[in-house]
Every structure is written in C-alpha cells, then in structure tokens.
C-alpha cells in the first residue's frame, strides 16, 4: 500500500478507536456490541490488501484524508506541525483466491451495512476508517498480519473443494 499516515491522522484513528472502545466499555461490556465496529475494521483493513485495485485507492485516499484533517487539527489546536509521516506497513499478499475471498467478503459486509439500522451503520463507518487508516501503520499492518494469511487459507480450501481434491 502506498499510503503513507501522518502522526496526527493516527491520532484521528486513534480517537475513533477510543470512543468506540470507550462506548463499549460504559455499557454492559457485551463483545456481540463490539461486532459492527469490529467488522468495520476488518473490512476496512481488507481493502488496504487490494493494492492497484479500487480498493485499494479507496484505502490510500482514506488515509490521506485522516492524515490531511489531523493535520490541519493539530496545527489549529496546537499551532505546531503534526506532519510527520509514520513508518508505512504492510500486512502480506493475497493470492488470486484470497482476493476473489476479499470481494466476497466486501459483498457480504455491503448488504449487513444495508441492513443495519443508524447507530450500527455509525459504528461500521468508525471501524472501516480505523481499519482503512490505520493500516497504513507498520505497527497496526503486524498486527493485523494473521488477516491475508486467513483470506488465502479460505480462498485456496474454496479452490481445493470446486476442484474437487478435497475429500467430502
């Protein structure tokens, strides 16, 4: 990916992770509460793997824009330079199995967002921009690596089953 996040667009991200967090532990600390930002962020995460894609700009554009806004923030806030660039991340590769799981998967999440009602939909916005945003971190992209190793793992079981070499 070749988006590149500032130290005040992470700190945008950051914030938008806290107050879902936050949320969630003010209530009655149910994980069921956590889904939709959680789903959010993995979808969010999914698109920065789909490098030269439209996907993957939509990820690159994201972060630009949290970047541009923590940036003008923190200058207004603090008068000082909130620019400077974090080291870029990357979580792996996909295959052509794990992207065609990736499509799916954005599919999938397209008709739950549909579904959702307001406050749901706020929380699955929050965690797309997280995932979308944050990502572009070498630290969160670590964290986040066990995610193209799972789409390629279900992407290459789905080929082995409409092939037809794994045994029912």
């Known amino acids: 990916m070749s988006a590149i996040l500032t130290m005040s667009g992470a700190t945008v991200s950051a914030a938008v992770l806290a107050l879902n967090v936050r949320t969630w532990w003010k209530s009655k600390r149910e994980f069921k509460d956590l889904t939709p930002f ?8 999914s698109c920065t793997l789909c490098v030269g894609g439209l996907l993957g700009w939509v990820a690159v554009k994201a972060a630009d824009a949290g970047a541009t806004a923590g940036d003008w923030g923190v200058n207004k806030v603090t008068g000082q330079d909130g620019s400077a660039a974090l ?4 979580m792996g590769t996909l ?12 599919i999938v999440g397209g008709v739950l967002f549909k579904a959702a009602g307001k406050e749901t939909k706020r929380r699955i916005v929050g965690g797309v921009f ?5 990502t572009a971190t070498a630290g969160f992209a670590q ?5 193209p190793d799972a789409y390629n793992s279900l ?5 082995d089953m409409l092939n037809g070499s794994m045994p029912l």
Do not use: D, K
Not at 38 to 45: K, N, R, V
Not at 87 to 90: H, L, Q
Not at 130 to 134: D, I, S
Not at 155 to 159: A, E, K, T
């Open 87 to 90: 080291t870029a991340g990357s």
């Open 155 to 159: 992407g290459g079981g789905v080929v």
């Open 130 to 134: 997280v995932g979308l945003t944050l």
């Open 95 to 106: 295959t052509p199995a794990g992207a065609c799981m990736v499509v799916g998967a954005v």
């Open 143 to 147: 964290i986040m690596q066990w995610l």
């Open 38 to 45: 959680a789903g959010g962020l993995i979808q969010g995460a």
